[in-house]
């Protein structure tokens, strides 16, 4: 099994300026762990994880106060639709993360995490909720968060 097979196709992105809060409330509301933080005046994504939310609010800070681009991660590993999923897997192990970005070019076309690839290996091919495929592959799409940019 592929990347693709198992990737969410709905992505929810957020701008730097969101709060933590902010964040948190879009990624419980869709029922995800993670956004891409795009910033439309520099090039390249972060992601914001509910580990990142978590970290924050158990040091003390405020997540009315902290914005998503001084906790998200940039220094990213992208995946790419074809890569296999040991391959994915073995990319998320080795650099300690449970969130891959997929892209195709330059651009965002899935989210996969994984719970994701735990899906695909169980055998499940019922989609989990909407966005997500058992196979084949769907265009991206990306739920923009509006607001702070």
Do not use: Y
Not at 35 to 45: K, L, N, R, S, T
């Amino acid at each position: 099994m592929n990347v693709r097979d198992g990737m969410s196709n709905l992505v929810l992105t957020i701008g730097p300026a969101h709060t933590l809060r902010e964040a948190a409330r879009m990624m419980s509301s869709r029922h995800v762990g993670a956004a891409v933080v795009i910033d439309p005046e520099h090039a390249g994504v972060g992601i914001l994880t509910e580990r990142d939310v978590l970290d924050s609010i158990g040091a003390g800070q405020d997540p009315d106060a902290e914005l998503a681009a001084h906790h998200c991660t940039s220094d990213l590993v992208f995946a790419v639709p074809a890569w296999t999923l040991e391959k994915a897997a073995a990319a998320m192990v080795r650099g300690g993360f449970r969130h891959l970005v997929v892209v195709e070019g330059s651009e965002v076309t899935g989210l996969l995490s994984m719970r994701d690839i735990v899906r695909c290996w169980s055998g499940s091919t019922v989609a989990a909720r909407e966005g997500r495929v058992a196979s084949g592959h769907t265009p991206a799409t990306q739920e923009v968060a509006g607001a702070p940019r």
